[in-house]
């Protein structure tokens, strides 16, 4: 069992920045991908970012490549999403999720905890 706890979110100008942190409980954290996911307003939840257990491989959204960066502190069972470079268009309630062993995926359907989101609010 995971828990998952998110926070950081909050109102920002475009064009600035913000630092996600999902800090996780359970004693399997370290052997589980992480993912960031956000849903907007009238909008399906859609992946941003994905981690794998060892840090040793991310991969991104196209829409937030090169702006935002996750990263895990395992000492801290902690991870990160660093977004850069805001746009009004990145508003939306961000959510962590943590992924089985032996699963690598995308999907929101194929990650098994989730937090409870943090609402992120860019204005123009």
């Known amino acids: 069992q995971v828990q998952l706890v998110e926070s950081g979110g909050g109102l920002v100008q475009a064009g600035g920045s913000l630092r996600l942190a999902c800090a996780a409980s359970?004693?399997?954290?370290?052997?589980?991908?992480m993912g960031w996911f956000r849903q907007a307003p009238g909008k399906e939840r859609e992946f941003v970012a994905r981690?794998?257990?060892?840090?040793?491989?991310?991969y991104y959204a196209d829409s937030v490549k090169g702006r935002f960066t996750i990263s895990r502190d395992s000492a801290k069972n902690t991870v990160y999403l660093t977004m850069n470079s805001l746009k009004p268009e990145d508003t939306a309630v961000y959510s962590c999720a943590a992924q089985r062993p032996g699963t690598v995926s995308r999907r929101v359907s194929e990650y098994d905890y989730w937090g409870q989101g943090t609402q992120v609010t860019v204005s123009s």
């Open positions: 359970g004693r399997t954290f370290s052997s589980y991908a």
């Open positions: 981690i794998s257990w060892d840090s040793g491989i991310t």
